[in-house]
């Protein structure tokens, strides 16, 4: 699950650059991706931690960085519809690089 959202918020950098190149119809791509995509897989992505946590195979801190990393693509999604660009481009980086470093201890366990 945590590279499938990994993978996801990367192609979402990909759809939004192909959008500054001028490819218009990637912006809609770029929504749909953010509203029905990555918001439902971190929500996954809660689920699956939590149950691991509940298990005893992850860290109480697996719950919290996938909650964090849910918030933080809410918000993301609110600043990009609200065309906050300041916040949404350095925001976006930071989901990516949560989610990497989530995917990078998924497959190192």
């Given at each position: 699950?945590?590279?499938?959202v990994?993978?996801?918020?990367?192609g979402?950098?990909?759809?939004?650059?192909?959008f500054?190149?001028g490819?218009?119809?990637?912006?809609l791509a770029h929504?749909?991706?953010a509203?029905?995509?990555?918001?439902?897989?971190?929500?996954?992505?809660?689920?699956?931690?939590?149950i691991g946590?509940?298990?005893?195979?992850?860290s109480g801190?697996?719950?919290?960085?996938?909650?964090a990393?849910?918030?933080?693509?809410?918000?993301?999604?609110a600043?990009g519809?609200?065309?906050v660009?300041?916040?949404?481009?350095?925001?976006?980086?930071g989901?990516?690089?949560?989610?990497?470093?989530?995917?990078?201890?998924?497959?190192?366990?």
């Open positions: 699950m945590a590279t499938l990994a993978a996801d918020a990367y979402q950098a990909v759809l939004a650059g192909r500054l190149s490819d218009v119809g990637m912006l929504r749909y991706n509203t029905d995509g990555l918001v439902w897989l971190s929500v996954g992505l809660i689920v699956v931690t939590v946590w509940r298990t005893r195979q992850v801190h697996m719950p919290a960085l996938a909650t990393l849910t918030v933080m693509v809410v918000v993301q999604v600043m519809f609200n065309r660009l300041g916040v949404h481009i350095p925001l976006g980086v989901i990516i690089a949560l989610a990497t470093v989530l995917a990078v201890w998924a497959w190192r366990r």
